[in-house]
């Protein structure tokens, strides 16, 4: 490596030490240059923040663990590619994903700290899940996703162009997810106002629940229904 850059360390706020928590970010250039960020973000996470991948939709209520992130269906398909494999900072197509439905492209800072963001009421989509050409299910712009199927959280294979998210495959290994078999988890396959698990590294597990718009109201989502059953990954 060529060299670091000093890390962006923002100054002491008024709140607590013990209500805030660095968020270490790391950028390695192709020149070979590291840049290393901190960025506060509130202590907000469970004891166990992987603790929604134990929830059963089928027996459990979705309102015990926190509200729902509203998840919109893509209205077009993300070509899978190595920025789609790889988490790096273009974000061009994930962006665009966003912007078809109305959803803010999210600067780098709040990649990860997005979700504390004020909640607007009524609710409206949160995240954009999205398909590949061949009509595969990927991810989320920002989040690694599962859906449930025969008793088990299934996430798409890695076949599929999603990126291989950290938390993803902890939860691998630790058996809590299993990869889908390839063609499974399709456009079709998904069901407006269905449960999806979502997964990153710093925000953990969360819920999220399936909006499928029509074409004419794309930009548009209802509230979710039920009684609760919202990234980097």
Request: glycine share 8%; hydrophobic share 35%.
């Amino acid at each position: 490596m060529q060299g670091t850059q000093p890390s962006a360390i923002s100054a002491p706020t008024s709140k607590s030490r013990f209500e805030l928590a660095p968020q270490i970010r790391l950028i390695l250039a192709e020149s070979g240059v590291l840049t290393a960020t901190a960025n506060q973000i509130p202590l907000t996470l469970k004891s166990d923040p992987t603790s929604a991948s134990f929830f059963k939709p089928d027996t459990d209520y979705p309102s015990l663990y926190g509200s729902p992130i509203l998840i919109i269906l893509d209205s077009e398909p993300t070509p899978s590619s190595r920025f789609t494999r790889t988490k790096t900072t273009n974000r061009a197509v994930y962006d665009a994903a966003r912007a078809r439905h109305g959803i803010a492209s999210l600067p780098p800072a709040q990649l990860e700290t997005f979700s504390y963001l004020p909640k607007p009421d009524p609710p409206v989509p949160g995240d954009v899940l999205l398909y590949n050409p061949q009509g595969n299910i990927t991810e989320t712009s920002v989040y690694n996703v599962a859906f449930y199927r025969a008793n088990r959280w299934l996430t798409p294979p890695e076949s599929s162009g999603c990126l291989p998210g950290v938390l993803r495959r902890w939860l691998l290994e630790q058996g809590r997810i299993a990869e889908a078999a390839d063609g499974l988890l399709t456009r079709e396959s998904i069901i407006d106002g269905e449960c999806v698990l979502l997964m990153n590294g710093v925000r953990g597990c969360q819920l999220g629940r399936i909006v499928i718009a029509q074409p004419e109201d794309a930009r548009q989502a209802p509230e979710p229904e039920g009684g609760g059953a919202q990234d980097a990954r």
